[in-house]
């Protein structure tokens, strides 16, 4: 757990139903918090911590704002432990890092943002294995570069939708529970989110059709 | 009144483009799905959007982020700053941008101020005395506790104004131990010109004062009545004057006021001193107006400190 690399986009879906050894481990560990016991919630920090920066990561353009947020989630997740009953702590904390993640950009929403600078940068690629071919990582970083600027122009609200459907693969009943909006709204910020991020990529298609 | 349908190309083409992100969805059924599906194969822009959806879902699912660069894990000071407290509690509830904080503010700032518009308006509390007492209605005036028996019974305005008539008498009657009140050659002094309580042309109310004629006061009437308030008549009122000097029951207490207007008192000072005594006494609205106060401030200090402890949270 203590590999900060991002985690593939299949390690991070499915959020829902975690196996039971899982979930009997978080219980006693948040039992343990409970008690009083920090070095037992750090343990579930140190379990969740690259799930929630890759989730909110992805819904904050910002990465500074992104670290602060995951970092708000878990002060407010230690703060309301009391408050969770079960039965997933992993659901329980996403849902705190998606409300930490939306109300940090509500909050500084005319703030000026630079999306991930590392992505203009040349030097930064992707993680890959060893025996990746150089032009498709260089073109997996365009690809990657030109989609996160396009993320970011897009309604955070749509943003949102996009990557706990897409990425995150939620469905439609549980990403409204989490925002607590109705399942209309849900399908229609995903449905305007992917017609905007398609106007805005109009021109760049044939790098996403490669 | 309708808005006329939007026929233009680009609300068809925007219609169009929701038909087919919806079919990529899958979120589309029944005749809706027929549709897309045969914009999908006959319009060449339709195409080219289910395509380019197709392949950008594929591309977000497999958007790779950053790694990050921080522990989140929380320190001691974190745990001991995080840890809850009432102090702490109150303070969060207080910065909390969807509390009840607001809410209740506001309504807490609206009784302190409907409260102090009622306190410092003449006509309420201690004012509303001055305007029905001059209509002759029941008051219980304020500090006699035997005058307020005699004026609750009944509604009558005869004892009402048979103890707004003789104030200081009543006053010093309910000073004695026993409530008794001087009878005899004194109270039998009273002015003899007042007028006789109901008696045919005089007025209700303050002008009919009860002050007992020589008459009733020489005549013996022994007969005590315990609440001149049940006297309907004036002649009752002139007996329940009369009664014996030893009467010293409570209930009795506002008879013996209406005999014990001293004879220096003339029919004129008798009428004037009403108008004094229904002055509203301050201390009346203190309580209120302190109360006002309070939710007032306190309204107003809750919305203060909402909106400083939010702000100081966003920045």
Redesign the interface.
Known sequence: MDD???RS?GDVTRAAGPDDATARRDQILVERALAGD?AA??QL??AY??L???LV??MVPD?DQA?DA??EA??SA??NL?SYHGPSFRGWLTRIAINAAMDLQR?KKRRPVTP?P??DDES?Q??AGPDADPEAIATTGE??RV??AA?GAIAPDQRAA??LF??EGYDYAEIAAMTGVSLGTV?SR??RG??A??GL??DR?EL??S | MHPAPDHSPAAAAAEHAALIVALDAGDLAGRERDDATTFATTCAGCASLLEDLAVLRAATSALVVTPRTRDFRLTEADAARLRPSTWRSLVRWLAAPRSTVRPLAGGLAALGIAGLLLTTTPGFFGGAATSLSTTGAPVVAPGGGAEGAGGAVGGSALPNAASNAAPSAAASAAARPNGAAPIGPTASAAPAASPVPGAPGTTPGLAALPAPSPATVAGPAPTPIPDAGTVAGPAAAATASTGPSDFSTDAGAPTDSTKAVPPEISQGARSAVPATRDQPAPQDRTVPLLLSLALLVAGFGLLVANRVLRGRAGS
Request: proline share 11%; hydrophobic share 45%; glycine share 0%.
């Open positions: 900060p690399r991002p986009p920090l919630f750090n920090v140190e911590q690259d929630c920066h890759a990561a992805r990465p670290s995951v970092q878990f002060f230690y703060r009391r909050a991930y590392e992505l930064w992707p993680p690809r990657q989609l996160v993320m996009i990557v897409d990425v399908k995903i449905h992917r017609l991020l398609r990529l109009a298609m996403f059709r």
